[in-house]
């Protein structure tokens, strides 16, 4: 039977090859996997559909192609041998079949990468073959020129493996545009030597979702001057429904009533008046978004770190929103996201505060403008201030901190945003939200 290039969502007509887990002659299970597809938005797993014997393999590692080419043949015990798709075969596929089974990695989010120049990214190469998402993000990330790169894909394609020869030094460098160095500000990392004393057994590979991560953080820190700025939130008023409504909601719902989904909901009514942060920057441009779309951090038990997308919050209730978070977090741990759950993200929210943390300083999720961390909540002496005088009472308190990119706005504008989520966290009527 052939195995196609699958429909990976909604908004996704093609993928490239990130790595083969089978070769020629390897006998897979069903739902064995087969092979990690990445496309603009995720790295996902492909299982095999039926057991049998793997006879071909037409698409080499690096290669990107349409969604329905066929990308494996396997042979299953009773059904005619599928024969493969000669339109699809890649010259460079030897390789991919002689590849060693690796750990299968799990899903990871691929962040939509930044507005730049076709001269920048070089998103057609001189053989005029378009690249591919992982290619160019790589090209882009490196600052390379991918003209001068000779591509050994099919049709003189640029794939993967051309562009990280170059950048491991195993090939000449093409020189980068000086224009475009002074742009980036970035260049080919330098090899740093092992510490002294290190021992190989004790180094930790990355796998491919911390690949992703690491290029994504790196890559952001670089495109927008990162600005923090932090609040403390009184959480009485929180703390009140969720003592009210907690049993209840956990006995119907099978889960807590946590602090997030009523944070997530101020930062929506925030956003609401607050246009500017709900954005994404174009050139020299601000794009305002007409939805909210709250990207949410899921950990996946310190194997990696997920951003899946609540869509449309602004609609939604505060019970709503917990919902949505639930049924994403599930799913993430479960390895079914697919890439249309991270895809259309305009806030994100990072939250640390399950491990009691006091601040954190979040790294922007490009091409977003801000993203908001939630740190640790704990009882905490305040003053209160009446008109009687002032007094000390035991409130639940933590800090809320925004990072945002000094480029789409000024530090006046985020702190009357972080002003108004506080004070919506402290004065709200959320037993009407649940």
């Known amino acids: 039977m052939n195995v196609l290039m699958p429909q990976l969502g909604e908004t996704v007509s093609e993928g490239t090859i990130a790595v083969w887990h089978i070769k020629v002659g390897d006998t897979v299970a069903k739902d064995d996997p087969l ?10 797993e492909v299982p095999a559909p039926k057991a049998g014997v793997i006879s071909a ?53 691929t962040p939509m990468s930044s507005p730049t120049s076709a001269a920048a990214t070089g998103s057609v190469a001189k053989s005029g073959a378009m690249l591919s998402p992982a290619v160019r993000k790589l090209v882009s990330q490196h600052n390379l020129d991918v003209s001068s790169i000779a591509g050994t894909g099919k049709k003189g394609r640029v794939t993967r493996q051309d562009v990280l020869a170059i950048i491991d030094g ?84 099978g889960y807590s009533l946590t602090y997030l989904p009523f944070i997530a909901k101020a ?30 951090a899921v950990d996946l038990n310190f194997e990696g770190l ?10 939604k209730s505060v019970g709503q929103i917990a919902e949505g978070i639930k049924a994403l977090s599930i799913k993430a741990r479960s390895k079914s996201l697919s890439p249309d759950d991270f895809a259309g993200g305009t806030y994100t929210i990072s939250n640390s505060g399950p491990f009691g943390t006091l601040m954190t300083a979040p790294v922007i999720n490009q091409p977003q403008v801000a993203i908001m961390s939630t740190d640790g909540i704990r009882k905490r002496p305040v003053v209160i201030e009446s008109e009687s005088g002032d007094s000390i009472a035991i409130r639940p308190v933590g800090i809320l901190a925004q990072s945002f990119d000094h480029r789409a706005f000024d530090g006046a504008y985020s702190a009357a945003f972080m002003n108004r989520v506080r004070n919506i966290l402290e004065q709200q009527d959320w037993a009407s939200e649940l």
């Open 57 to 109: 393999i037409n698409v080499a590692e690096g290669e990107t192609v349409d969604v329905g080419v066929v990308l494996v043949v396997i042979d299953v015990e009773g059904e005619e041998s599928a024969a493969a798709d000669s339109e699809t075969a890649s010259p460079a596929a030897a390789p991919a079949q002689a590849a060693a089974p690796v750990a299968a990695p799990t899903p990871a989010a």
């Open 306 to 315: 997920v951003v899946p997308v609540v869509r449309d919050c602004a609609s």
């Open 35 to 44: 092979l990690d597809v990445e496309t603009d938005k995720a790295a996902i």
């Open 170 to 253: 195993s090939t000449a460098a093409p020189a980068a545009a000086p224009a475009q160095a002074a742009v980036t500000g970035r260049s080919t990392p330098v090899p740093v030597p092992a510490p002294i004393g290190a021992d190989a057994r004790s180094l930790i590979p990355f796998d491919r979702i911390r690949k992703l991560t690491a290029d994504h953080m790196v890559m952001s820190k670089a495109t927008s001057p990162h600005v923090l700025q932090a609040v403390e939130v009184d959480y009485t008023a929180v703390d009140a429904v969720r003592k009210s409504y907690g049993p209840g909601w956990k006995a119907d719902k």
């Open 267 to 296: 930062i929506v009514l925030g956003l609401r008046e607050f246009p500017k942060i709900n954005s994404s920057i174009v050139e020299e441009a601000l794009q305002l978004h007409p939805l909210i779309n709250l990207g949410i």
